[in-house]
């Protein structure tokens, strides 16, 4: 038996009834639907280490370090999903996640990065444990029907939110409502993100592969265009990088490319050793990471087996501890190496789509990631308001979500609904869940229908209240998410 039979006979060809053509066709077309975390994750993780940066680096420095670690992050995930769990899912630090490590708990909450990464790499350990012993499955299979099919809408809403708000379509409005229309044709560079959203949305409806990183490519193509040609233009358009570029020249820029990331690495380590200083912040943190970590990668991976039809009738993933696993370890060795949480993409559904149905996609998934190392010098050169064509594009595509809640029922529309809303009103996916956590035994009661709830739906339901309660009395209204 030679080296391809033998991977096919290891990936199960014969039992999903496909080939080599048709995984590897769904593993690129996985990579290009995702590809565009390798921007967007260094620019929106860019933010938490500017506030302290390694000594003598400017962010377009930290944004390419950013980029290598977010690509070695996602190949060491996707090999265990490959070959462990044997799914057709990519992996990469996920999307509302990193939101969440940069702007909530470093840049909100004050939390130094990183101290904010040691914590990650300790809820990364400790998810590692869990997995092995089962436990995350079952807390996972006690989240309500309901909740499991609206996790992947609620989470669309919330990056669609965050990507309007980053364009300045969505604005600041403190005199009642929060927030309103803003006025971007005011702004040359949010004029440039609404127009390249215009063009990824009309490339992703005519059905071209890979509409995202196309549209964010000639977005930042314009905008380099007219930091270039209009006055003053590099004021309003230019990317992190611009000044290196004017000061060392475009080709002994591309040269003098920033793949060491042992800076990223000092950092954590200097992390671990600031557990001491303050114990009891430290677990804090972990404890806030774990509980937002726990759902939100439950939440993306249910979503992500919802939209490829993997669910089985009761809305659980047979097998989720293999999955879980390729999770859990990317997170622990992303912390280590300088990134947020690593979680299943939702964008794993284009290559399914495609007839992907075994690890050898995730493989080819993997083996693309590495490829992309190559092209990191261009990475810094993105203007960030190209890249958050990306979470809108996705929020979008994971509404679909909503199709799948019974809406007629009321147990569904108010959980369900719950679920949905709250996670991008409250800019959290973690909240958004425990709504619709606790509301489902609350409505099942209320339609006579409690001996549907069971007993450990009713525990769930009381350790979220126990928790909620906890973090606003400990710290006079300390909001956790």
Do not use: H
């Not at 265990?80 to 996920?94: D, E, I, Q, T």
Request: charged share 10%; net charge negative; hydrophobic share 55%.
């Amino acid at each position: 038996m030679g080296v391809g039979d033998s991977l096919a006979a290891y990936f199960d060809f014969d039992e999903y009834g496909t080939d080599y053509r048709t995984e590897t066709v769904a593993g690129a077309t996985t990579f290009l639907a995702m590809a565009y975390i390798i921007v967007v994750n260094p620019a929106i993780l860019s933010e938490a280490i500017m506030t302290d940066p390694p000594a003598g680096m400017n962010q377009g420095e930290v944004i390419q370090m950013l980029a290598v670690v977010t690509i070695l992050a996602s190949v060491a995930a996707i090999l265990v999903m490959a070959f462990y769990a044997k799914r057709p899912f990519g992996l990469a630090p996920g999307m509302g996640l990193n939101a969440f490590f940069a702007f909530t708990v470093v840049i909100g909450l004050g939390v130094p990065w990183q101290v904010a990464l040691a914590a990650v790499f300790v809820e990364g350990l400790i998810f590692i444990a869990l997995t092995a012993i089962g436990a995350r499955r079952y807390v996972i299979e006690l989240f309500p029907e309901p909740v499991k099919f609206a996790v992947g809408a609620g989470i669309g809403i919330f990056l669609l939110f965050l990507g309007l708000q980053e364009m300045n379509v969505v604005a600041a409005y403190p005199d009642g409502t929060l927030v309103e229309l803003g006025n971007f044709l005011l702004e040359p560079a949010a004029l440039v993100a609404v127009a390249g959203l215009g063009l990824t949305l009309f490339l992703y409806a005519r059905g071209i592969k890979g509409s995202i990183i196309v549209g964010i490519l000639t977005t930042a193509a314009a905008g380099w265009v007219a930091a270039l040609m209009l006055p003053n233009g590099e004021e309003q358009f230019a990317p992190p990088a611009y000044a290196d570029v004017q000061e060392q020249g475009f080709v002994p820029y591309l040269l003098d490319v920033q793949y060491n990331f042992l800076p990223l690495v000092e950092g954590f380590v200097s992390g671990l050793g600031q557990i001491t200083e303050d114990p009891l912040v430290f677990l804090l943190v972990v404890f806030t990471f774990f509980v937002v970590d726990f759902f939100d990668t439950a939440g993306t991976l249910i979503g992500v087996s919802g939209v490829a039809g993997f669910l089985d009738d009761d809305g659980n993933l047979p097998d989720i501890d293999k999955p879980l696993m390729a999770d859990a370890v990317g997170t622990t060795v992303g912390a280590v190496i300088g990134t947020s949480t690593v979680t299943t993409f939702i964008e794993s559904s284009t290559g399914v789509e495609e007839g992907g149905r075994t690890g050898f996609t995730a493989l080819v998934v993997g083996l693309l990631f590495l490829a992309s190392l190559a092209v990191v010098p261009l990475v810094s050169l993105m203007p960030l308001y190209a890249t958050y064509i990306a979470l809108v594009v996705v929020g979008i595509i994971m509404l679909q979500g909503v199709a799948d809640i019974d809406w007629e029922d009321p147990v569904w529309a108010i959980s369900g609904g719950l679920t949905i809303t709250v996670m991008p009103l409250t800019a959290s996916i973690a909240d958004g869940l425990a709504a619709g956590i606790l509301s489902y035994p609350l409505i099942k009661t209320a339609v006579g229908e409690r001996r549907d709830v069971t007993l450990g739906q009713w525990i769930l339901a009381l350790a979220l209240v126990a928790y909620y309660v906890f973090f606003f009395l400990a710290d006079g209204g300390f909001v956790a998410f």
